[in-house]
């Protein structure tokens, strides 16, 4: 059992009930679930997942000013919920804080975008990182009588505001042309071994990253990247490109050759460049151009 069935099975088979008969005004306005840091809330978790942090658990957010006057109450109810599926209730470590048992909404979102209702200008957007979003918007909720942990978690997946991601994409673009089509094969010609590595990695990285944009779905931390490309529509091809990069042999400047026009031609169906050339850094003006805000669109084409 994956660590999401497993959450909403231990909530709604043992700790429902326990939060409803201790508490039976506040429990409807009580939010649950499981979201924020894990594997298992991105649905990745494996057996070697189960070394740490991992167990029969859920999130309980109450808004702030709920949490204040009951928080203690609703977490010594959850600190005594039994075990569950022949394990002991998931107990929180020294480095995993916050991830289970009662929380405060404003505060858990603020622990991930910095501001308790998310970003919500362009300047605010951009300064919370990329992975920190898919981690405030992955998971799932179990329930949410008042709507108000729903409605934070809404509004960051309605994604960047596209200048925004415009914006991500002309420098993501510009780095895979840069770093994969123009630096790796001049590194490999010259020798320079470690030099094509750094660059295949910043080729790699910048292209799981675009691949995420033009699917309007936020790149979680980098270990889980690739692994996340296989539920994104859009550049089906990218997830095994990415891993035949890492195989030995490989013919890595086809393969990167074979991303750059598989991104190009998505740019065009999107329509953020009519450039027919699969040089990716012909792409970026075409993507800038489509920019509303004026400071953005002046920006260096790489800042991001």
């Known amino acids: 059992m994956k660590g999401l069935e497993l959450a909403r099975a231990y909530y709604e088979t043992v700790g429902r009930a326990a939060l409803e008969q201790a508490l039976p005004a506040l429990a409807p306005r009580m939010a649950v679930g499981l979201a924020g840091e894990g594997s298992e809330c991105f649905g990745f978790d494996d057996e070697l997942s189960r070394d740490h942090d991992w167990g029969p658990g859920f999130c309980i957010w109450l808004q702030a000013e709920d949490f204040d006057r009951y928080g203690e109450q609703v977490q010594a109810v959850y600190d ?95 780095a895979m042309a840069q770093a994969g089509q123009y630096n790796y094969p001049r590194c490999v010609q010259r020798g320079e071994i470690v030099a094509a590595q750094l660059a295949l990695g910043e080729f790699m990285r910048a292209a799981m990253s675009l691949g995420y944009l033009l699917n309007r779905r936020y790149a979680p931390f980098y270990k889980w990247m690739h692994r996340g490309l296989c539920e994104l529509p859009k550049l089906p091809r990218l997830y095994d490109q990415m891993q035949a990069l890492c195989q030995q042999g490989a013919d890595a400047q086809t393969v990167i050759e074979g991303v750059c026009i598989n991104a190009a031609a998505e740019l065009r169906r999107q329509g953020l460049s009519d450039s027919a050339s699969s040089y990716l850094l012909d792409h970026c003006p075409q993507i800038m151009e489509h920019i509303q805000d004026p400071a953005l669109r002046d920006s260096h084409i790489m800042e991001e």
């Open 80 to 174: 005594r919920l039994p075990g569950f599926a022949g394990m002991l209730r998931r107990q929180a470590g020294p480095n995993s804080t916050g991830r289970i048992g009662c929380l405060c909404i404003e505060d858990w979102y603020a622990r991930f975008t910095g501001l308790p209702q998310g970003p919500q200008t362009l300047t605010q957007w951009r300064r919370v990182p990329e992975a920190f979003l898919a981690t405030a918007t992955n998971g799932q909720v179990f329930c949410d009588p008042l709507g108000r942990f729903t409605a934070i978690r809404q509004h960051l997946l309605g994604f960047y505001p596209e200048d925004i991601r415009l914006k991500k994409l002309a420098a993501r673009a510009a």
